[in-house]
């Protein structure tokens, strides 16, 4: 089963590629679990999960009295002891919530310390993420934020390939950059590229002359579409085929160079 991280710089549109990829996984009839690790959750919204469902939705890093019992420490304090190994193995059954075959988890983040931070709310999330790359089968999709904070040397060398989502412009180019040194500083090589929102050839060459070299696994247009599903509370996949199609060919190459490895 895939294992894939999905980062870019906020506003490029990785979650929608999240969402599109999770869709395809489990039209194929895979187990998928879609994890949202950016600060800015929405996965579920751009999954189509339905309003109910998402306003059910507790972030893991807010279930203080889960954090105390597991860890054996309250959330929120510093250099007292606690657990750095807390069982997790039951957390993704219990807190995940499900629509149309997909299962998704909400980590949530950490307001105080920094990605230096030990505590009892980063120690559990990270034994949590360690769990769900290294043990557990399901199709993996992570939405994160640009950094890697979330995930360990073990945890980031067990994932099937780290997508970064850029838009044409160089902000966007350079927090690719930045998420290549990151992942080569913990031992990952296997980054690839998705241009999103293209209006034409021109956006794509600028994607592809600004990150010579990068493996790009294809690219996703523009989509009105994608603006009319937010605004309905609808999952893209539902909205725009044409989209679908283009998620689809970057996933079949992704899966091409996985057999070639």
């Known amino acids: 089963m895939p294992k894939l991280a999905i980062t870019g710089k906020g506003g ?12 395809l996984y489990a039209q ?19 999954l189509g999960f339905p309003e109910e469902l998402v306003e059910a939705i507790v972030p893991i890093a807010e279930l203080q009295d889960l954090i105390a019992e597991r ?19 039951d957390i993704p059954d219990r807190y995940a919530v499900s629509h149309q075959g997909v299962k998704l988890l909400t980590l949530g983040t950490i307001d105080h310390g920094g990605s230096g931070c030990i505590c009892p709310e980063s120690t559990l999330l990270r034994a949590l993420m360690q769990h769900l ?3 557990r089968s399901e199709a993996i999709i992570m939405d994160m934020e640009a950094g ?16 970064v989502v850029v838009e044409p ?8 950059k930045s998420v290549r040194r990151l992942a080569s500083d913990i031992g990952v090589d296997r980054v690839y590229v998705v241009g999103n929102k293209t209006r034409s050839e021109s956006d794509r060459a600028f994607i592809l002359d600004n990150l010579p070299g990068d493996e790009i696994l294809g690219f996703l247009s523009y989509s009105p579409l994608a603006i009319e599903a937010d605004l309905q509370g609808k999952a893209i996949f539902e909205m725009d085929p044409g989209i679908v199609q283009q998620a689809r060919l970057i996933k079949d190459k992704l899966a091409f160079m996985a057999e070639e490895e």
């Open 28 to 46: 194929e009839g895979r187990t998928v679990l879609a994890i949202d690790a950016d600060p800015d959750a929405n996965l579920a919204s751009a």
């Open 133 to 135: 790359v290294i043990r």
């Open 12 to 23: 490029v549109g990785k979650t929608t590629l999240a969402a599109l990829l999770a869709h």
């Open 71 to 89: 860890t054996g420490a309250q959330p929120g304090t510093f250099g007292g002891m606690f657990k750095l190994n807390p069982r997790v193995d």
């Open 169 to 176: 412009g160089q902000r966007s180019i350079q927090t690719a």
């Open 148 to 163: 890697l904070e979330h995930l360990g040397r073990a945890t980031a060398g067990s994932m099937d390939a780290f997508i």
